[in-house]
């Protein structure tokens, strides 16, 4: 008697998880970042998630329903929201309306889109739009409101970021001990009082996030410790060597985008590498890009180059520490 022995490809164990269910466990792991730039920035943080958010939900139907000819448009997976919250949290509060809208466009039509959409995109498109304004309009993009400007949109206070008060200071031959007056305090960077995008200001913010991640396995810490943990171990050598040029490791993690970085964008799973060793070798070499370029490179902040020049290697990192078939010989 013949016995047919059925094989379907793997997957085999079914799980709960979905598209839907990761992005808004996202979205509700943002919303303390969200809250503390609202309290900090007030109306032009509100406009400026708001014109994000609606852009890319925008940009996604139409070049879906009008340009790909789908019959089924994926708005409601909450990925696209995601794109926009994380563009957002990436932009100034004060950025002109029609500036937002472009940065969502190309995030959305460049960054995501024209690779074919969610789960087909090597790179971060949040990351893909905010780069593009930096580079196209840096003017605009370099004007940082102060925190308290609640009902100040376009006219907000301006001011530096306390990186590039430091990177300034450092250029012109001062040392870092003597700038410390001019920077905020550890206590307001972990708050979030201090100049910046949107999303990077409240460290405390964004790591309540993380906690919300991992709680939920939406995530794993492997990327953002890897980050982290790089960016503390390489810029502490650098401040062991010389306190005076360098600033200390606590002041690098706690300043810029690298919390937001490493723990929102790194860990995009679409665009990080897929096994664990993997994703230390992808975090290790941010956070070694992040210092280089915020040390030594011209551009007082480096996470956002950090993480699209690494999301070009994902594919070379996720053949090299490819697993063994299982049957396969080990030579």
Not at 125 to 131: D, E, N, Q, T, W
Not at 181 to 186: A, Q, T, V, W
């Amino acid at each position: 008697m013949n016995k047919l022995l059925t094989i379907s490809p793997s997957p085999h164990n079914y799980g709960d998880d979905s598209t839907k269910k990761v992005m808004y466990g996202v979205v509700i792991a943002m919303i303390p970042a969200m809250l503390v730039s609202f309290f900090y920035f007030g109306i032009g943080a509100v406009v400026l998630t708001l014109t994000a958010v609606v852009s890319a939900l925008v940009f996604e139907y139409l070049i879906q329903k009008f340009i790909l000819k789908k019959k089924e448009v994926s708005i409601t997976d909450g990925s696209a929201l995601v794109t926009g919250i994380l563009l957002a949290f990436n932009l100034p509060s004060n950025l002109p309306i029609h500036l937002i809208i472009i940065g969502a466009f190309v995030a959305i039509a460049v960054g995501k889109m024209s690779f074919g959409g969610l789960g087909q995109n090597p790179f971060n498109p949040a990351l893909v739009g905010r780069v593009f304004l930096l580079i196209s309009f840096p003017v605009q993009m370099t004007s940082w409101p102060k925190p308290g400007a609640l009902t100040a949109y376009l006219d907000a206070e301006t001011g530096a970021t306390p990186l590039a008060i430091v990177k300034e200071a450092l250029k012109n031959g001062e040392s870092f001990s003597s700038i410390t007056e001019k920077i905020p305090g550890y206590a307001d960077l972990m708050m979030g009082n201090m100049g910046g995008s949107l999303g990077e200001i409240s460290a405390i913010a964004l790591l309540i996030g993380f906690a919300y991640m991992l709680f939920r396995k939406i995530i794993t810490w492997h990327i953002p410790v890897s980050v982290l943990g790089t960016i503390a171990i390489f810029s502490g050598i650098l401040w062991l060597v010389n306190p005076e040029t360098n600033a200390d490791p606590l002041f690098h993690l706690l300043t810029g985008g690298a919390m937001l970085g490493a723990i929102f964008m790194a860990t995009d799973m679409v665009t990080s590498p897929m096994s664990i060793k993997g994703q230390v070798i992808f975090g290790v070499g941010i956070g070694v890009l992040t210092i280089v370029i915020r040390v030594f490179g011209a551009y007082p902040e480096g996470v956002s180059f950090a993480i699209l020049i690494m999301n070009a290697f994902v594919p070379l990192i996720n053949a090299y520490v490819k697993p063994k078939r299982f049957g396969e010989v080990v030579k």
